[in-house]
């Protein structure tokens, strides 16, 4: 028997099947993981790698108690990833926002990246409400002008709750077809009490 006929066979007790399945599943997590890396060889030429990074107001919503919630994003012009420390050239009013926007930067338009709670008064401009980046200041309180957000802007999709959700999916799936492979090879689950 070859060693590539040696090294396929699978191991007593059907444990190779599990193994498989289990290599399967993670690999698709990881190429979900992954987007656009296989498009990569397909791209337009890079843009120059340092470029200005502006914020923007993607949509908002109304909170039907006063409040309004706008949901920001950014451009960064260039094609690598910037690092913008909290400081002059990364702040905003109030200070209070500070914790809710990022200081890495991506290439490219980033959208749903953070939200904040505007009050009447910001609102209406009448208090402070802006971000500014890499000189560029932003006015978060022209609410009249952005577009109501849809369900798929909210941040909340948009923050990792999705791709959370996907793979705690992509585990339980595992583990139904680990079990099932086990179960056909009359291998008991691990942790089984008897066994």
């Known amino acids: 028997m070859s060693s590539s006929t040696r090294g396929a066979r699978p191991r007593a007790g059907g444990r190779w ?15 979900a993981l992954a987007p656009g890396l296989a498009s990569a060889a397909t791209a337009p030429a890079p843009a120059p790698a340092a470029g200005t990074v502006k914020p923007v107001v993607n949509c908002y ?6 409040t309004y919630t706008a949901v920001l994003g950014y451009t960064n012009s260039g094609s690598t990833t910037r ?28 959208n749903g990246v953070a939200s904040v ?3 009447q008064a910001q609102a209406n401009g ?4 802006s971000w500014t980046l890499d000189g560029t200041t932003l006015n978060v309180s022209n609410v009249g002008n952005v577009p109501v957000c849809t369900a798929s802007q909210m941040p ?16 339980l799936v595992g583990v139904v077809v680990i079990r099932r492979l086990q179960r056909q090879a009359g291998v008991a689950p691990v942790g089984a009490v008897g066994a």
């Open 17 to 31: 099947s599990a193994r498989s399945a289990l290599v399967a599943v993670l690999s698709v997590v990881a190429m």
């Open 156 to 171: 909340m999709l948009a923050n990792g709750a999705a791709l959370l959700g996907g793979l705690v999916a992509a585990a």
């Open 61 to 66: 919503t109304d909170n039907k108690d006063g």
């Open 126 to 129: 009448q208090s402070p409400a």
């Open 117 to 119: 709670v505007l009050t």
């Open 83 to 110: 690092e913008i420390a909290v400081g002059p050239a990364n702040k905003t009013d109030p200070t209070a926002w500070q914790s809710k926007v990022p200081t890495s930067f991506k290439p490219g338009t980033n």
